[in-house]
């Protein structure tokens, strides 16, 4: 059978980030939200054809938890009714550590999920102010612990170098602390000050490191990543033997995946695609079958 993979996109946060310019939006209605999940199911149920074998299923966004573990439960049961997965199918979900509790990472690892994705970005406050984060470096510890609880030991986190006003030292403690937690993969992003986002705003106020700085920055994070037993197997991403990420080396492989929700892009028999960044749009069209 063909291999696919699957991703689908939740466009809800609890707060917008200040350097995101990915189609998401804040402090959505739980009736929306619920909308949102019913048309992602039946999308899913809707799927034409056949004859794949899923490989990766993955939830991104946005923020996937915002919906609930209970509503992500639900929509990997429907996964698994209408697609053959591959017995060791790669399942992975984004969280942000506000967004989630013991007992919801207990009910996505008995539903399927057997991978996690939870955004440190720094573990410096004022980072975190800066950025809109809606979290602290104790929710993501705290987040992480319950993850190690609940079982699952596949545990993917997220940091972001070359940030304003964060000195090289700043970022050392930031790399040496998710470090010290020892996570499966590790991927980190040279920030990325896209125009029309919040941080775009007030470039001007801000001071970022030069082109040198960013490099000597990128350059420490892959030496010492690469000194505690982590492979550099692409430009972001580092992982521990035996866990790349299936679904991300994928898309190098050229390996088909389709898109399910607002905003989602597809690569499906040799065609790139995508669905209309419309939250409401995409609930309506859903009803149509």
Request: hydrophobic content about 35%; proline content about 3%; overall charge negative.
């Amino acid at each position: 059978m063909e291999k696919l993979q699957l991703y689908y996109h939740f466009p809800f946060c609890l707060s917008k980030c200040a350097y995101c310019a990915f189609y998401s939006l804040p402090c959505v209605s739980e009736e929306v939200i619920e909308a949102y999940v019913e048309a992602l199911i039946r999308q899913t149920e809707g799927f034409a054809e056949d004859g794949f074998e899923v490989c990766t299923v993955y939830f991104g966004g946005g923020t996937p938890s915002v919906v609930g573990a209970t509503r992500l439960a639900r929509l990997i049961t429907a996964i698994k009714r209408k697609f053959a997965l591959s017995d060791n199918a790669e399942i992975t979900v984004e969280l942000n550590p506000k967004t989630i509790n013991l007992n919801g990472m207990r009910l996505l690892k008995e539903a399927g999920a057997n991978r996690l994705s939870i955004g440190a970005q720094s573990f410096n406050p004022e980072t975190l102010r800066l950025l809109n984060r809606a979290h602290s470096a104790e929710d993501f510890l705290h987040c992480y612990d319950n993850a190690l609880k609940a079982g699952f030991n596949n545990i993917s986190a997220d940091l972001i170098f070359a940030l304003p006003h964060e000195t090289t030292k700043m970022l050392e403690h930031s790399v040496k602390t998710l470090l010290s937690l020892k996570p499966q993969h590790i991927s980190v992003y040279g920030l990325s000050v896209e125009e029309g986002t919040p941080l775009w705003e007030k470039k001007e106020s801000l001071s970022f490191p030069d082109e040198e700085e960013e490099e000597r920055q990128y350059e420490l994070v892959c030496s010492m990543l690469n000194g505690a037993g982590y492979k550099h197997y692409e430009i972001s991403n580092f992982a521990l033997n035996g866990y790349q990420s299936r679904h991300n080396t994928g898309y190098w492989k050229r390996t088909p995946y389709f898109g399910f929700g607002a905003g989602a892009h597809s690569f499906y028999k040799n065609r790139r695609f995508y669905t209309e960044e419309n939250l409401q749009a995409y609930i309506n069209n859903s009803k149509l079958g």
